[in-house]
């Protein structure tokens, strides 16, 4: 029983640690996703958590200035401007009426602030190839270890 | 070719679905001849779907632009070494090609067992029929690769037309990387199929001691090492193609190739303890029925875009399915095991913390915790809205923290873990196994922090890696020299002999020194420095020792793209090294483009250029440059790892001046404990 005993809290132990980690984790992390018409109706803390969006390019709308390239995500009829300010380059899949998941935070004016983009060309191509990377058919700014 | 491949699909789903049928009949009949006919269906089956895959090769080799999967896959243009791996390019071809591989599989279990272990293989042979019937019936009904190009006609008929030119394979495929990572990968989701196969086959059967782990042994390794390099191989795609510098951003589908090499692995080292104890097997049934099921969903997560798609969730009808099978093979797992669980009853119990079995142990449960905060993080989106309403993903913190310290524990058990005897560890073992080591980990660890190095993991990371190096530099010195003192030979063809005679344990050990590179290697990325700028010919930048000198462009048409060419003269110490030539591509039959970064490898860092395309607002080139620290280790590692696996899975050499009284034949079964201990170089650890 005794040697029981030590293995149970050798084992809560390690597995309290590590869920504590990931609960870290989570919280620095997590990100809601939202349609553009969403982001309208939320309220208070909501509107300040981070976000991921999806939407299409809106042609014409791309407008590339210095620190950031601003441009408008369409979605369900809703128009929500956005300001990618990430150090990363834009994918080379984010064009005029390509499709965009776009994550960051809203701004008090409005805008929505990126900090990753990935985009996927409008659907000529078929998107997940052979096994693999999801990056494979859509760039992404998403940048790790 | 079209109308015959679908046929051979067709053909081989009727023959394994006489094979599972029948193979139900013939274990309640034990009749011979059925039991025969039904392992031939099994074989018809594989040579069907075989028939199938070459076809719709030749309908890439001969350009048919009919069917519409070559149409979206392949040009007239595109070279034939892509043209085989247009195969797997998309849905379809991916799904047909895990049939293929499953088939390589299922043929060679059913020819090897031929004649062998009669009371296992017709249950064997029903199971795996039945992970093919649900394949084949996706390849048939779901996700046929056959289909013609066609519209329907006003009068309610169809008109079949025929395509000039094909739209092309998508550009970031087009690299050697994803002409074999694919295949590997693929081999390892499907390899384990044969273990989850056996175990299920002799849970079922009640199939008498430990045969069914001998017999699997080979087939896992071979399965492990195949998801092994591939996922390796995947990340050395991403990281020498995607162009963002890194090598792994814990996305979906990389999570998913990872989920069952962390249950394979548990799965891998926590037999030993049924091997040699009789403990754990209830844990061994379910390690492997998870390790099946995770390769089934990380199937599912890569074909249905259900977590990374860019919308809500798949367009395909193809995740029903999958969740449909995997609700399968849940219910029949559970209800075998709740029907024969008295015959996994465990022969002996844990005798002490510090003990082999307990290192077993803590490695099993580590690799699960791992595996869950990964499976967890990865289907966090579905959860949560399933819970709360809303989707909430998580990112590469959630992951890094959580798997961080389990790589580092998983790390300091790969150097203890073999070392400790079985039941109990006496103090003085332990001084004498690990006395050396622990004191060259802590000197190496003051030294590098006295050399200037902060970041807490990577400094324990390279202590522990130079600790488990120093254990297992001492394991083959023992070895080695009992050898070299009785024959006439020096250290390292003692070292060398060594290893062939015990390979299980040997190759183990290699095993482990392959994962001991890729984890400096990893630990490396801390310490990874990048500059962007947007540069005009002549201009240069610095990062590290490096000065990046851009000279000027070019661009050169090639067969099926056009790419345009940086010219970066790389200097250091104001001495000119080299000319790197990072490129952008663009293909024009589907008018996208491709980065191809250029990469200096040393064994100290890679100096990593990107041409990231133009400024807006100058015209100017923008180059982007990373400076990533002992990264060629994780492919060396690599390497290391497929080295070590071959020489686990070969047969031991006979030796015939040393111990002939206790040496067992090569290919038998691990002799009994006894026999073991009798030995130096035996003691009990493999």
């Known amino acids: 029983m005794q040697k029981q005993a030590k293995f149970g809290v050798g084992i809560a132990v390690l597995v309290l640690s590590l869920g504590f980690l990931a609960w870290l984790g989570y919280g620095e992390s997590k990100t809601y996703y939202h349609t553009i018409a969403e982001l309208s109706a939320l309220q208070g803390a909501e509107r300040n958590h981070r976000m991921r969006l999806g939407g299409t390019v809106e042609p014409g709308s791309i407008r590339r200035l210095t620190g950031r390239v601003d441009f408008v995500l369409e979605g369900e009829g809703k128009q929500l401007p956005v300001s990618y300010v990430g150090a990363e380059p834009l994918p080379d899949t984010f064009v005029d009426k390509s499709q965009a998941l776009v994550e960051g935070r809203p701004a008090p004016d409005g805008r929505f602030v990126a900090e990753h983009v990935q985009a996927k060309c409008a659907s000529k191509y078929e998107t997940a190839p052979g096994a693999d990377k999801p990056g494979a058919s859509s760039g992404s700014t998403q940048n790790s270890m | 070719m079209d109308v015959f491949g679908s ?3 067709l053909l081989a789903l009727v023959c394994a679905v006489y094979a599972f049928v029948g193979g139900i009949a013939a274990i309640y009949t034990r009749h011979p001849l059925l039991v025969k006919s039904t392992r031939q269906a099994g074989i018809a089956t594989c040579a069907l779907i075989f028939t199938a895959t070459f076809s719709l090769e030749y309908l890439f080799f001969s350009d048919n ?13 595109l070279p034939t070494f892509y043209k085989v791996a247009a195969l797997w390019s998309g849905q379809e071809g991916s799904l047909l090609f895990w049939s293929f591989l499953l088939s390589v599989y299922v043929i060679s279990v059913l020819l090897v067992y031929r004649n062998k272990n009669g009371e296992l293989m017709p249950y064997v042979g029903v199971v795996l029929a039945g992970v093919q019937i649900f394949f084949l019936t996706l390849n048939n009904f779901v996700a046929s690769p056959f289909k013609s190009l066609g519209m329907q006609n006003p009068a309610g008929g169809f008109d079949f037309f025929t395509r000039i030119d094909g739209n092309g394979l998508n550009p970031l495929l087009q690299y050697p990387e994803m002409v074999i990572h694919p295949p590997n990968l693929y081999s390892g989701y499907t390899g384990f199929t044969i273990p989850f196969a056996f175990a299920l086959a002799a849970l079922l059967a009640r199939y008498p001691g430990e045969k069914w782990i001998h017999l699997t042994r080979k087939w896992t390794m071979i399965a492990w090492c195949f998801q092994t390099v591939g996922i390796l191989l995947g990340a050395h795609w991403a990281y020498a193609v995607l162009g963002w510098g890194g090598y792994w951003a814990w996305d979906p589908v990389e999570n998913a190739s990872l989920l069952p090499w962390l249950t394979g692995t548990a799965f891998l080292h926590s037999v030993m303890m049924q091997e040699k104890r009789g403990m754990m097997k209830v844990w061994n049934v379910w390690l492997v029925f998870t390790t099946f099921l995770l390769c089934i969903l990380g199937t599912f997560l890569t074909r249905s875009g259900v977590v990374s798609s860019v919308h809500a969730f798949a367009q395909s009808s193809i995740g029903s399915w ?10 029949v797992c559970f209800t075998a095991y709740v029907k024969n669980r008295d015959y996994l009853k465990s022969e002996n119990q844990l005798d002490s913390v510090v003990s082999r079995e307990s290192s077993f142990l803590f490695n099993n449960l580590i690799l699960l915790v791992s595996c869950i905060a990964v499976l967890s993080g990865t289907l966090f989106p579905v959860f949560s809205e399933w819970i709360s309403g809303s989707r909430i993903s998580v990112g590469t913190p959630f992951f890094n923290k959580v798997n961080i310290p389990i790589g580092l524990l998983l790390m300091f058990l ?10 109990k560890t006496s103090t003085d073992s332990l001084k004498r196994n690990f006395g050396w080591p622990l004191l060259v980990a802590l000197i190496s660890g003051a030294a590098l922090f ?3 190095m902060r970041q807490f993991y990577s400094l324990v ?9 120093a254990t297992i530099s001492m394991e083959f010195y023992r070895g080695a020299r009992v050898i070299k003192s009785r024959g006439n030979m020096n250290l390292f063809s003692a070292a060398y002999e060594l290893a062939w005679r015990n390979t299980r344990r040997y190759g183990g050990y290699i095993v482990h020194m392959g994962m001991v590179l890729i984890f400096i290697g990893l630990a490396g990325a801390a310490f990874n420095r990048d500059v962007q700028k947007d540069m005009q010919p002549g201009s240069t930048m610095q990062i590290g020792p490096y000065t990046l000198l851009l000279q000027s462009s070019d661009s050169k048409p090639e067969k099926n793209y056009s790419a345009e060419r940086m010219i970066v003269e790389v200097i250091k110490n104001n001495k000119p090294m080299m000319l790197l030539y990072p490129e952008r591509r663009f293909f024009t039959t589907n008018e996208q483009s491709g980065t191809m970064v250029a990469i200096y490898s040393t064994l100290l860092e890679d100096l990593y250029v990107v041409y990231a395309g133009q400024s807006p607002e100058t015209n100017a080139p923008v180059i982007h440059a990373y400076l990533n620290p002992l990264v060629k280790w994780i492919w060396l590692g690599g ?25 067992q034949p090569a290919g038998a079964t691990p002799a009994a404990p006894a026999l073991q201990t009798s030995a130096t170089y035996r003691e009990g650890h493999d």
Do not use: E, K
């Open chain 2, 461 to 469: 990371c390279f202590m522990l890696c130079i600790f488990v190096t």
């Open chain 2, 414 to 423: 790969t150097g203890i873990g073999p070392l400790l005897a079985w039941r």
């Open chain 2, 639 to 663: 390497v290391i790892v497929v080295m070590g696996t071959i020489v686990a899975l070969m047969p031991n050499r006979r030796n015939v001046f040393v111990l002939s009284a206790v040496q």
């Open chain 2, 450 to 452: 006295a050399a200037g």
């Open chain 2, 7 to 9: 046929f051979a699909l």
């Open chain 2, 65 to 77: 632009f009919s069917a519409a999967y070559v149409v979206s896959h392949s040009n007239r243009s």
């Open chain 2, 322 to 331: 999958f969740v449909g099978f995997m609700i399968v093979i849940v219910v």
